[in-house]
């Protein structure tokens, strides 16, 4: 039996001889810097699978993480490139003014010569990942002299420190861009940059916009039929957000799963002992500060109890594009101890406080991937550097976890802190961080089964789940939604699951939200003196519905845009949540205001559709056009019918719907993006789906080839295994080689699949 060392070796000797490994023939003397990238390619090889999942296989962690980022940018060089211009604050230079707000939000958390001195002060083995990164995207630009940059010609190891933990962005996205322009005098304006953010409104509700978070279970041996614990991965993010990897060291790398195109670790997945996936949380990890500034001796100033400390001042020249030239403004970045000014609020300057220490966190987010079980994994959690997420843990020794948040500040109960609190005085400082024992979790229920759908923690495993009064409001503020109630009664006093039943399981098409919220519009209008023959009928095939999403159902097609539209329009009390007050507009509104939505939702989809008895399929579709970062979309352009519904209504296969400029059908850009089923037992087995394919390039055959599977809810198999592996190869190249596939690689990759 040969050894799968020696197949390596074998193939890496076949792979060397067939194919190119360099740039152009005709290319200069090579410098220092470019051989000591051919040198390490020759030490990585890379295997695309019959999907076009890369499988990077290394000597050491850092060079798998250059043969990783190597192979990202084969899949989609553009969305990485935008990310770190976002990240990075540099924005304004491909995007004009409108994005200088957004530039100065990231340097106010972190300037270059920050993040450089960060670097330079991180452990060796981080630096040399950091390198290991900054190599793959570089030598990727080094041998593709076609590819044309919009901005960064060259990548420098510190930039991994701006993609920390967690989703890109995924805290100082939270900090309003409003108030950053109103207090450092940049002009308002309409519709910045493409990857800014804003709070939203009610009101923007109508636009369709897919509630963002993800759904995490976890099913222990004793539920399942064959005795293996049991793991659903179920992010919801934008579309093409992440692609699929493999990558596998000799160091105890061998990790699975989505990584966010730039990040240089599995975000959320597996490898052979431990599954680890994330749901935004919604506790209170971030705090405004009001500070009292003044001017003292020609010096800025703020008081903090009896005393006056100095604001920290900091100059940054920031580049942003006018026209076809380019423009520098130099800005006076502000901060005080709790943290930098975000802008003003009653005379008072608002400083932003929150977790920002991106050393700590991007090990954190490294050494996730590598742990071998529980106890190594809760060390890992101890980090508590990973503020926006929530955590679902499941491994091979039948441990099931669910961890609510990970950086909790601590913080003195006498003041509310889901308001600006009073800088000056010192009572209102942080008084360090929750220890991870003190935080809100679950591990190994009696019940079997834990599960998040960015809900409360307090159902995490129906009667098995913490108490909400052994912890304080801001720890678990998060009120229940449609998808947590749906995941609790799917696996209540459910037994015998298998990957298979799991999966089923999450693309259920039962929708809880409109338990209610239908209900209660067909009795109003069965109580109205006089309703329209329309209304009737629209009621009469309401009231027929199963409230399960499908191609073929006008009923979720009705209630779908009928919930919208009472979203956007029905009179509604303070204080609720989204679910709170999707249920009352079923059985606490004015059954005359449900009669009038009903007939605003029908006159809206006869003058869009010539009539309102529209099949969800017909109106709910995917499409990808172009490897555009924001896509477009055409109703006279093939696309995909799709029966799944929205998250809101408590769909666990989330589609996030909307109608582009110029098209009058919906068109899904979040939802269900990378998804992931996995059995933990002698050997790991897994299936893996992602929304449209791994490439970004439209002449991919890539592209979009999963995207039948994803219409239908069907997965692929994941091929973790290197005889799997070998057995759907496509391609096997080393970085810098060409992918085409020689035939004498086929034969002996498939004898040694046989072989081993």
């Not at 060392?5 to 470019?34: H, M, V």
């Not at 300037?111 to 450089?116: G, I, R, S, Y």
């Not at 981080?126 to 076609?146: K, R, V």
């Not at 009737?536 to 409230?547: H, I, K, N, S, Y």
Request: negative net charge; aromatic residues 12%; contains cysteine.
């Amino acid at each position: 039996m040969r050894s799968a060392p020696c197949l390596l070796i074998l193939l890496s000797f076949l792979i060397s001889g067939c194919l190119s490994r360099s740039g152009p023939s005709n290319a200069p003397e090579q410098s220092a810097e470019l051989r000591a990238w051919q040198d390490r390619a020759r030490r990585v090889e890379i295997i695309r699978d019959d999907f076009g999942v890369p499988h990077i296989y290394a000597k050491t962690d850092a060079d798998a993480v250059f043969g990783m980022l190597y192979a990202q940018a084969e899949d989609d060089f553009p969305r990485i490139e935008q990310n770190y211009i976002w990240a990075i604050g540099r924005l304004a230079e491909i995007e004009g003014e409108a994005a200088l707000a957004s530039d100065i939000r990231a340097r106010l958390f972190m300037t270059l010569d920050e993040a450089k001195a960060a670097y330079a002060g991180a452990p060796e083995w981080l630096q040399a990942l950091c390198q290991g990164f900054a190599d793959g995207l570089n030598y990727y630009l080094a041998t593709h002299p076609e590819v044309a940059p919009k901005l960064l010609t060259r990548f420098e190891p510190w930039m991994p420190l701006f993609f920390s933990e967690g989703s890109i962005g995924g805290d100082i996205e939270r900090v309003p861009l409003a108030g950053i322009r109103a207090f450092y005098d940049l002009p308002s304006v309409i519709g910045a940059a493409a990857l800014d953010s804003h709070p939203q409104t009610l009101a923007e509700v109508g636009q369709f916009e897919e509630p963002r978070g993800s759904n995490g279970i976890a099913i222990a041996a004793q539920l399942t039929q064959n005795g293996n614990p049991l793991f659903l991965i179920n992010p919801h993010t934008s579309f093409y957000f992440r692609g699929e990897a493999h990558v596998v060291s000799e160091q105890g790398l061998n990790a699975y799963g989505g990584v966010t195109w730039g990040q240089f670790f599995i975000y959320q997945g597996f490898n052979e002992r431990t599954g680890w996936m994330h749901t935004s949380t919604r506790l209170d990890f971030m705090d405004e500060f009001l500070e009292e500034v003044f001017e003292q001796d020609g010096v800025l100033v703020y008081r903090y109890g009896d005393v006056f400390k100095r604001v920290t001042q900091i100059q940054e020249t920031l580049n942003y594009r006018d026209g076809q030239t380019l423009k520098a403004r130099t800005v006076t970045l502000n901060r005080t101890h709790h943290g930098p000014i975000t802008g003003e609020n009653g005379g008072h300057w608002v400083a932003t406080a929150m977790n920002w220490d991106p050393v700590p966190a991007l090990i954190q987010s490294f050494v996730r991937t590598k742990q071998q079980g529980l106890a190594g994994f809760q060390e890992m959690m101890a980090i508590r550097r990973n503020s926006s997420n929530n955590t679902v843990y499941a491994d091979a020794d039948n441990n099931i976890a669910y961890f609510h948040g990970n950086f909790v500040p601590r913080r003195d109960p006498a003041f509310d802190y889901s308001q600006p609190v009073p800088g000056a005085n010192p009572a209102t400082d942080w008084q360090g961080v929750h220890e991870l024992e003190e935080l809100v979790y679950v591990i190994n229920p009696v019940n079997g089964w834990v599960q998040n759908c960015n809900s409360t923690p307090f159902t995490a495993a129906g009667a098995e789940s913490p108490d909400p009064s052994n912890y304080p409001v801001y720890m678990a503020p998060d009120a229940e939604n449609f998808r947590g109630i749906h995941a609790v009664n799917l696996l209540k006093q459910s037994q015998n699951w298998t990957l298979e039943s799991l999966l089923e399981a999450a693309y259920d098409s039962y929708l809880p939200g409109f338990e209610q919220l239908i209900p209660g519009l067909v009795a109003a209008v069965a109580e109205a003196d006089v309703v329209s023959s329309e209304v009737q009928a629209a009621a009469e095939v309401l009231a027929a519905w199963d409230r399960r999403s499908s191609v073929d159902s006008v009923a979720m097609t009705l209630a779908h845009f009928y919930g919208l539209q009472y979203l956007a329009m029905g009179e509604r009390p303070d204080g609720l949540s989204e679910m709170a007050l999707i249920n009352y507009f079923g059985t606490g509104s004015e059954p005359s205001e449900r009669i009038l939505v009903l007939m605003r939702t029908l006159n809206d989809l006869t003058q869009r559709y010539g009539d309102w008895r529209q099949p969800w399929g017909e109106v709910n579709r995917l499409q990808r056009l172009t490897g555009d970062i924001l896509q477009p979309h055409d109703d006279e352009r093939t696309s995909l019918a799709i029966g799944f519904g929205s998250g809101r209504w408590g769909a666990l296969a989330s589609f996030g719907a909307k109608r582009f400029a110029g098209t009058e059908k919906l068109y899904g850009a979040s939802g269900n993006s990378f998804v992931a089923v996995v059995e933990f037992g002698e050997t790991v087995r897994a299936k893996s789906l992602l929304a449209g394919g791994q490439s970004g390039d439209p002449t991919s055959s890539h592209f979009f080839d999963q995207a039948g599977l994803y219409a239908e809810g069907e997965f692929k198999d994941v091929a973790y295994y290197r005889e799997a592996v070998l057995a759907r190869a496509q391609s096997i190249y080393q970085p810098g080689g060409e992918r085409a596939m020689h035939p004498k690689v086929t034969e002996v990759a498939q004898q040694g699949a046989q072989l081993d």
